[in-house]
């Protein structure tokens, strides 16, 4: 059982910032990728930016130069700091862990989402 817990979202400007955070919990012997994928309205979920233990990070072409991803591996923390914030932006955003637990294997997990508004 793991548990992933967003906080960050909510109502920005165009050209603001958020900066989300996701806090893993639970029975976790290590977590190997870590990120944020992000839904909006009427399309699939897709991949923000995943970074690895290493510090190895994919980012959606849309966001590179924007977003920023990191991680605490000591606090089995991963944060999205978002700038200069478009309105495209806008989805409900999931984190995302793929956990190995005692047993050794792995599984992926997501959070609950936080809703992310790009508006003026």
């Known amino acids: 059982q793991v548990q992933l817990v967003e906080s960050g979202g909510g109502l920005v400007q165009p050209g603001g910032s958020l900066r989300l955070s996701c806090v893993a919990s639970g029975n976790i012997f290590s977590i190997n990728a870590m990120g944020w994928y992000r839904q909006a309205p009427g399309r699939e979920r897709d991949l923000v930016a995943v970074i690895t233990p290493s510090g190895m990070i994919n980012y959606v072409d849309s966001v590179k130069g924007r977003f920023t991803v990191s991680r605490d591996n000591a606090k089995n923390t991963v944060y999205l700091q978002m700038n200069s914030l478009k309105p495209d932006d806008t989805a409900v955003y999931y984190c995302?862990?793929?956990?190995?637990?005692?047993?050794?294997?792995?599984?992926?997990?997501w959070g609950q989402g936080t809703q992310v508004t790009v508006s003026s």
């Open positions: 995302y862990a793929q956990v190995r637990g005692s047993s050794w294997a792995l599984y992926d997990y």
